[in-house]
């Protein structure tokens, strides 16, 4: 005991699946049980934690208590650097706008659509419903598209004035990076150049802006975004493991 806390409790996770959840992520001073030791201060039902991928330092410690850590995923970060973008002209596309009061109904069928049966780390876990799970990326949707902090921005892209893609971004503290925080085509939109169009659009914005960098994540298996992004002078990063553990009740530690 004695180390530094990584894992903290998920007040909104924990609403949403009816489980106390505890979440966090694996730093480079991190010991062995940092994991563990959590876990019994905290006593969650589930801990979520993410660390470099092929980091298995806190799995042994796990194992020894008794307890079974499950690999749920891996998430991949592609970046660009802005600062060569930012005198370049780019193609104007009048159908990428803020998404503004009104747009949440749309924006929610929207992500119902995209996301329907998209695999993340939640899906390898059967203590979380499915349909908890999608509701899970219309609630952080909308958190960004009606939240007025200043770091969050979202924008749609649209066809005779249907939102058919959208992205939310989160700007850093520092105001010199952002991060594409979930972005997605309607489906019966995609193959028609509209992703491509609003991810040109916001390299094209945000180095404008003033910004060095923008990264986006997505699971290891998604291909077809990837290829997007490489496609667009994005490359790769760097890439975390996922890892559950479900907490039975009245856990003790058999070590």
């Known amino acids: 005991m004695g180390n530094a806390r990584i894992l903290y409790p998920s007040p909104v996770e924990s609403k949403r699946f009816g489980l106390d959840i505890a979440r966090g992520t694996i730093g480079p001073n991190a010991t062995p049980d940092s994991i563990l030791d959590d876990i019994l201060a905290l006593r969650p039902d589930v801990a979520i934690f993410r660390c470099a991928a092929g980091d298995t330092g806190q799995l042994a410690a796990l194992a020894g208590a ?35 009061p009104g747009d949440e109904e749309a924006l929610a069928h929207l992500v119902r659509r995209s996301f329907a049966g998209y695999r993340n780390h939640y899906h390898a876990n059967p203590w979380f419903q499915p349909a908890a799970i999608l509701e899970g990326y219309v609630e952080w949707a909308l958190t960004y598209a009606t939240s007025p ?65 923008l990264s986006v994540s997505t699971q290891v298996w998604n291909y077809r975004v990837q290829r997007a992004w490489a496609r667009a002078g994005l490359a790769i990063d760097r890439a975390y493991d996922t890892y559950h553990v479900n907490v039975p009740k009245n856990f003790q530690p058999g070590r």
């Open 149 to 213: 902090a200043p770091q969050k921005e979202t924008w749609v892209r649209c066809e005779n004035d249907e939102v058919r893609g959208f992205a939310t971004c989160r700007i850093d503290a520092t105001g010199s990076a952002v991060e594409i925080v979930l972005n997605a085509v309607d489906p019966d939109w995609q193959g028609r150049g509209l992703y491509s169009e609003l991810l040109d659009f916001l390299l094209a914005h945000y180095a404008r802006s003033g910004m060095t960098e």
């Open 66 to 100: 008794g307890l079974v850590p499950l690999h749920a995923d891996t998430l991949v970060y592609y970046q660009a650097a802005l600062a060569a973008r930012a005198g370049v002209g780019s193609t104007i596309v009048p159908a990428v706008r803020r998404s503004g």
